[in-house]
C-alpha cells in the first residue's frame, strides 16, 4: 500500500471513531408484512399529528371516517415497522421506534405509507428523506403544515378548500422536484418555502378568501409561479444571478413585478441564488 495513503485512512478511522458515525450494515430484505393503521380522534377534537416517515412511498388523503388516521403500512425490514406514540393532543406515526437512526442498505427496501386523514382539525408535520410523496389534502382542516425532506419527488395538491384557517405552511426541502397545486385553496395567512438545487411549482389557483405572505428562500433551481390572471399580485425578487421570465398581464419597476386584479393580494419575497424564476398563469 502507498504510504501517502495510510495516514489519510487512519485519520479517516480517528474522525469517524470520535464522531460516533455509523455506516449501515448491508441486510436482507424480510417478508412483505401490511399493517393496518387506525388512529382515534384526541378527545380535544383537535391533534399535533407528526409523520416520520423516512424513505419510501408515502400517500396521504382526506376521508378517514370517525379516526385522526386510518390506513396501511407496507414494509419488509421490521426495523422500520410503523410506532405509534400519543401524548394527549400530540400523536406521532415513526417508522421504527426511533433507535435506528439510518435505513437499511439495500436497494429493495419497501416502505409504502397509504394513509387517510380525519376532518378534525390539526397541525401536520411531514418529516422524511429520499421519498416519494402525493399529498391531496383538499377537504381538511389543517391549521398548520409543516414538510421537512431531503432529495424527494412531491406532489402536493388542495384541490378543495381547506375548512380551516391556516397559520402557516412551512416547506424545507433539498435536491427535489416539487410540486404545490392549488394553494389559494389551502387558505394560509403565510408561506414559506426553501429548497436547494430542484425543481419547484408553486400553483396559487382556487378560492382566495384572505391576503398572504408567501417567502421564498432558494439556491441553483428553477421556480415556477403560477397564479392566475385576475388576482393581485407583488413579487419582489433578490437575486444575483437569476433570469425572471413573465407575462404580459405582469409590470416590471426593478426587481418588483406587479399583477394587478381583485380581492386579497399575495405578497412575494423571492431569494434565489441562480437559475430561472417564471412568472405565469
Known amino acids: 500500500m502507498n504510504k501517502k495513503i495510510i495516514p489519510i485512512l487512519l485519520a479517516v478511522f480517528l474522525i469517524t471513531t470520535a464522531c460516533g458515525?455509523?455506516?449501515?450494515?448491508?441486510?436482507?430484505?424480510?417478508?412483505?408484512?401490511?399493517?393496518?393503521?387506525?388512529?382515534?380522534?384526541p378527545s380535544s377534537e383537535k391533534a399535533r399529528l407528526t409523520l416520520q416517515f423516512g424513505a419510501g412511498e408515502l400517500t396521504l388523503s382526506a376521508g378517514a371516517e370517525d379516526a385522526l388516521v386510518d390506513g396501511t403500512a407496507t414494509y419488509n425490514y421490521s426495523k422500520i415497522k410503523p410506532v405509534i406514540k400519543t401524548d394527549g393532543d400530540n400523536v406521532t406515526i415513526t417508522a421504527g421506534d426511533g433507535t435506528f437512526n439510518t435505513f437499511p442498505n439495500f436497494s429493495d427496501l419497501k416502505n409504502v405509507w397509504d394513509l387517510k386523514l380525519g376532518s378534525a382539525p390539526m397541525d401536520l408535520n411531514i418529516?422524511?428523506?429520499?421519498?416519494?410523496?402525493?399529498?391531496?389534502?383538499?377537504?381538511?382542516?389543517?391549521?398548520?403544515?409543516?414538510?421537512?425532506?431531503?432529495?424527494?419527488?412531491?406532489?402536493?395538491?388542495?384541490?378543495?378548500?381547506?375548512?380551516?384557517?391556516?397559520?402557516?405552511?412551512?416547506?424545507?426541502?433539498?435536491?427535489?422536484?416539487?410540486?404545490l397545486m392549488g394553494l389559494a385553496n389551502a387558505n394560509f395567512a403565510a408561506l414559506d418555502f426553501s429548497g436547494g438545487a430542484g425543481d419547484y411549482t408553486l400553483d396559487f389557483s382556487?378560492?382566495?378568501?384572505?391576503?398572504?405572505?408567501?417567502?421564498?428562500?432558494?439556491?441553483?433551481?428553477?421556480?415556477?409561479?403560477?397564479?392566475?390572471?385576475?388576482?393581485?399580485?407583488?413579487?419582489?425578487?433578490?437575486?444575483?444571478?437569476?433570469?425572471?421570465?413573465?407575462?404580459?398581464?405582469?409590470t416590471q419597476n426593478g426587481d418588483i413585478y406587479t399583477q394587478e386584479g381583485e380581492g386579497p393580494t399575495i405578497t412575494f419575497i423571492v431569494n434565489i441564488g441562480a437559475g430561472n424564476l417564471t412568472l405565469t398563469k
Open 206 to 250: 382556487g378560492d382566495l378568501q384572505r391576503a398572504a405572505t408567501v417567502n421564498i428562500d432558494a439556491g441553483l433551481c428553477n421556480i415556477i409561479l403560477l397564479i392566475p390572471e385576475g388576482v393581485n399580485a407583488v413579487v419582489t425578487v433578490d437575486s444575483g444571478a437569476a433570469n425572471v421570465s413573465f407575462g404580459s398581464n405582469w
Open 21 to 41: 458515525i455509523n455506516i449501515p450494515d448491508r441486510v436482507t430484505p424480510e417478508a412483505e408484512k401490511t399493517e393496518e393503521i387506525n388512529v382515534p380522534v
Open 127 to 179: 418529516e422524511a428523506g429520499a421519498y416519494t410523496g402525493k399529498f391531496e389534502f383538499g377537504g381538511l382542516a389543517l391549521t398548520s403544515l409543516t414538510v421537512q425532506d431531503g432529495a424527494s419527488t412531491v406532489d402536493l395538491s388542495f384541490s378543495k378548500p381547506n375548512e380551516a384557517e391556516m397559520s402557516i405552511l412551512s416547506y424545507e426541502t433539498g435536491a427535489s422536484t416539487v410540486k
